[in-house]
């Protein structure tokens, strides 16, 4: 992430789905996920085993009451976002955001 610090920034695609436990058809399904492209300021590579055990790739997980945002990559590592920035919104603490999700889920698109 450091490397491409200012232009042209580091980026990860996101899937933003309601959390509505519903077994619908995938039309319906389709309609409650967006897809938005987060720009991703600071972040750190952690230990799996401490922070998000048995998780899957793609996973987001959220840790300490939203304090922490965790991403599981496809090879298994586990990245820490410590500051993001959503589309026409200032850069953010992970806290800030994820009391703007309101609940809805989050997932990396891999």
């Not at 720009?39 to 304090?67: C, E, H, M, W, Y």
Request: charged content about 15%; aromatic content about 8%; some cysteine.
């Amino acid at each position: 992430v450091r490397a491409f610090a200012g232009w042209p920034g580091t980026f990860g695609t996101f899937v933003v789905s309601s959390s509505s436990g519903s077994s619908s058809s995938d039309d319906q399904q389709q309609a409650h996920q967006q897809k938005i492209q987060l720009r991703i300021l600071q972040s750190q590579v952690v230990q799996p085993a401490d922070t998000v055990p048995d998780s899957a790739p793609g996973q987001v997980v959220f840790g300490d009451k939203g304090n922490r945002i965790f991403a599981v990559c496809a090879d298994g590592s586990v990245l820490e976002v410590l500051t993001l920035q959503p589309p026409t919104k200032k850069a953010m603490p992970p806290k800030a955001f994820y009391n703007g999700l309101s609940g809805k889920q989050l997932t990396v698109q891999l």
